[in-house]
């Protein structure tokens, strides 16, 4: 009879540290970061996690690996994108790692899979709520500067229609003086 070491690595333990390290691959961290998450989360050592990852499970993941490098030279390119392509480019992560969650053999994916995938979304939502919220400040900041813009605009519509007045009343003036001034220049007659 055999005994299975206590110790032993599961199916599951393999497709966390899998996906962990892919994360922070795609992210652009190390993988010695990876490998104290997954540490953390299966209470194991780094140096254990990092032994079954280059031993096995690297092998596993080659096409998953190198979507990944893509994925994060992609990010470093667009370091600052729009709202709109942040969640062009999730979706298309997501639609990738549908296509790589599946192990060379195309098995379906374990609830556990999709439980860490779900996990993996649910960490990645302050990033997408933080940039909801700078649109959202942005939007209002864009309101106010319309409505001072339109502000601005009714006031110098009416400086214009001010100074045109003052303007004509001036020239009045100036018609006025001169009346005045030509009465005074002509001769009186006896």
């Given amino acids: 009879m055999t005994n299975l070491r206590q110790d032993a690595w599961t199916k599951d333990e ?65 370091k600052v994108k729009p709202f709109a392509s942040t969640i062009e480019h999730h979706s298309e992560e997501v639609l990738q790692m549908e296509h790589y969650n599946t192990v060379k053999n195309d098995k379906p994916l374990s609830l556990n899979e999709i439980i860490l995938f779900l996990q993996q979304l649910q960490a990645e939502k302050p990033v997408s709520k933080n940039l909801e919220a700078e649109n959202k400040a942005l939007m209002l900041k864009l309101q106010n500067l319309k409505k001072e813009n339109g502000t601005l605009k009714n006031k110098l519509t009416k400086v214009n229609k001010e100074y045109e007045a003052v303007q004509r009343d001036y020239q009045d003036v100036l018609q006025i003086m001169d009346r005045a001034r030509k009465l005074v220049e002509v001769p009186v007659r006896n």
Avoid: M
Avoid at 16 to 33: C, D, F, K, N, P
Avoid at 40 to 64: H, M, V
């Fill in 14 to 78: 393999d497709a966390i540290l899998a996906e962990v390290t892919l994360r922070h691959i795609r992210e652009g961290s190390t993988q010695l970061v990876a490998f104290e998450e997954v540490g953390e989360k299966l209470t194991r050592t780094p140096a254990a996690c990092g032994f079954r990852w280059n031993s096995l499970i690297r092998k596993q993941y080659d096409k998953a690996i190198t979507e990944a490098k893509k994925v994060r030279k992609e990010r470093n390119k667009r």
